[in-house]
Nanobody, 127 residues
């Protein structure tokens, strides 16, 4: 089993920044592609960003492209999401997830491809 623990969420004004972290344990972190997803009440969980095992390839949802940056530190077993120019519509619970195989061309945005999930961290952006 892999354990994923998110942190760094909170309340921020529109235009502000937050950095989320996801600490991994229980499995070899560098063997997993990683993703960030978010969810608001009554809506499906949606893809935000993903990163391959070594960090060589990044993927972003159109809604966050140019504002969010995903990164990882395999030596620290930690995934990050730097969120800049935050908007009220970014308000959600943010989840990190781990994908061992990352198969196919759309693995990064497919919830079913991810084997492990964190418990989520709340991000609230006030207008």
């Amino acid at each position: 089993q892999m354990q994923l623990v998110e942190s760094g969420g909170g309340l921020v004004q529109a235009g502000g920044s937050l950095r989320l972290s996801c600490a991994a344990s229980g499995r070899t972190f560098s063997n997993y592609a990683m993703g960030w997803f978010r969810q608001t009440p009554g809506k499906e969980r949606e893809f935000v960003a993903a990163i391959t095992w070594s960090g060589g390839t990044l993927f972003y949802a159109d809604s966050v492209k140019g504002r969010f940056i995903i990164s990882r530190d395999n030596a620290k077993n930690t995934l990050y999401l730097q969120m800049n120019s935050l908007k009220p519509e970014d308000t959600a619970v943010y989840y990190c997830a781990a994908d061992r195989l990352a198969l196919g061309s759309t693995w990064y945005k497919s919830l079913n491809d991810y084997e492990y999930w964190g418990q989520g961290t709340q991000v609230t952006v006030s207008s």
